[in-house]
């Protein structure tokens, strides 16, 4: 038996309501986790309904099947990474449903290599059975695209010199790079920290990628009617959800006439993001960050 750590599904009320999935219907989480949202949703489609659930990381996989098999519905739980989605052949579901945020055991668990409060191999790979780690991805990346990388998923000011102390010695360890980052920027280094994990995680795991691939193949994986909801965390990844769902929402106009050519084939169920309330942020400091927004495949929508 795999233990299921406490785990606190954020924005989890909104998102019922939102993407209101009924008994009887198919919900895809592509972001399984430890299983908090799912099992909600599990138990709103109750024994007629299907989960189809995606995680990149094997052991959250195991924890979320211990905590769902009890519950009525069918389980289908696969080891994949939603950037596959494509590829997977699923089937056309009511809801897809995905939440970017680090779960609790990468956050909590200094063995899973994500904290830089605790000495441990610098990995911050999700599924360690794909690509390398982010100690082998420092040694190959040019100096030049470090710094572009720092600059761009961690927003770190002096992004240049921190790239150039990360590359004067191979990082074998979290440690090694706080000692990186502490050099670089001296008494600065405790604010900027949390950013240069940030952007190397980001990168290691090409989690922008990822979500491009999620949201041009998520859509049309949508029943007519179907609801798609995306929780994210930070601006680099809000920034593109709100772009592609406000394009799939609008619809096409004739270039001549400026008429509409046919009606936008979704429709948007949140004209602004969702964030938590003050009392779920007090609950819950992680969830401070988030903000969830949702579309809807218009019921017309040729298949």
Same mark, same amino acid.
Request: hydrophobic share 40%; with cysteine.
């Given at each position: 038996?795999?233990?299921?750590? +406490?785990?606190?599904?954020? *924005?989890?009320?909104?998102?019922?309501?939102?993407?209101?999935?009924?008994?009887?219907?198919?919900?895809?989480?592509?972001?399984?986790? !430890?299983?908090?949202?799912?099992?909600?949703?599990? #138990?709103? $489609?109750?024994?007629?309904?299907?989960?189809?659930?995606?995680?990149?990381?094997? #052991?959250?996989?195991?924890?979320?099947?211990?905590?769902?098999?009890?519950?009525?519905?069918? !389980?289908?739980?696969?080891? /994949?990474?939603? &950037?596959?989605? #494509?590829?997977?052949? *699923? =089937?056309? $579901?009511?809801?897809?449903?995905?939440?970017?945020? *680090?779960?609790?055991?990468?956050?909590?668990?200094?063995?899973?290599?994500?904290?830089?409060?605790?000495?441990?191999?610098?990995? %911050?790979?999700?599924?360690?059975?794909?690509?390398?780690? /982010?100690?082998?991805?420092?040694?190959?990346?040019?100096?030049?695209?470090?710094?572009?990388? !720092?600059?761009?998923?961690?927003?770190? &000011?002096?992004? @240049?010199?921190?790239?150039?102390?990360?590359?004067?010695?191979?990082?074998?360890?979290?440690?090694?790079? $706080?000692?990186?980052?502490?050099?670089?920027?001296?008494?600065?280094?405790?604010?900027?920290?949390?950013?240069?994990?940030?952007?190397? @995680?980001?990168?290691?795991?090409?989690? *922008?990628?990822?979500?491009?691939?999620?949201?041009?193949?998520?859509?049309?994986? !949508?029943?007519?009617?179907?609801?798609?909801?995306?929780?994210?965390?930070?601006?680099?990844?809000? &920034?593109? +959800?709100?772009?592609?769902?406000?394009? %799939?929402?609008?619809? =096409? $106009?004739?270039?001549?006439?400026? #008429?509409?050519?046919?009606?936008?084939?979704?429709?948007?169920?949140?004209?602004?993001?969702?964030? =938590?309330?003050?009392?779920?942020?007090?609950?819950?400091?992680?969830?401070?960050?988030?903000?969830?927004? +949702?579309?809807?495949?218009?019921?017309?929508? =040729?298949?």
């Amino acid at each position: 038996m795999v233990p299921s750590p +406490v785990h606190t599904p954020v *924005l989890l009320q909104e998102a019922l309501t939102l993407l209101d999935p009924q008994e009887g219907e198919t919900v895809c989480d592509v972001t399984l986790g !430890l299983g908090g949202h799912a099992e909600a949703f599990l #138990q709103k $489609v109750a024994s007629g309904g299907t989960l189809i659930g995606l995680d990149a990381d094997a #052991q959250n996989l195991a924890s979320a099947e211990e905590r769902l098999k009890s519950l009525p519905g069918h !389980l289908d739980l696969r080891h /994949a990474n939603f &950037r596959d989605l #494509q590829q997977l052949s *699923l =089937p056309q $579901v009511d809801v897809l449903f995905a939440d970017l945020g *680090l779960s609790s055991p990468h956050v909590d668990d200094a063995k899973r290599g994500f904290t830089f409060r605790e000495d441990v191999p610098l990995d %911050l790979r999700f599924d360690r059975t794909r690509g390398v780690s /982010a100690a082998a991805w420092l040694q190959q990346i040019s100096e030049e695209d470090l710094t572009h990388a !720092l600059q761009e998923f961690g927003e770190v &000011r002096g992004a @240049r010199r921190l790239a150039e102390r990360l590359k004067e010695h191979i990082m074998h360890t979290t440690f090694d790079v $706080v000692h990186a980052v502490e050099a670089a920027f001296g008494w600065r280094a405790k604010t900027v920290m949390a950013q240069v994990f940030q952007a190397l @995680r980001i990168a290691v795991n090409d989690e *922008l990628g990822a979500l491009d691939s999620l949201l041009a193949a998520g859509p049309s994986l !949508l029943k007519p009617g179907g609801r798609m909801g995306v929780i994210s965390y930070h601006s680099l990844e809000d &920034r593109r +959800v709100k772009q592609v769902f406000r394009t %799939l929402t609008t619809a =096409p $106009v004739h270039p001549d006439t400026g #008429q509409d050519l046919h009606p936008a084939l979704f429709a948007l169920l949140t004209r602004k993001a969702i964030v =938590p309330s003050d009392a779920e942020q007090s609950r819950n400091p992680r969830s401070r960050s988030a903000k969830l927004r +949702v579309i809807m495949r218009s019921a017309a929508t =040729p298949a």
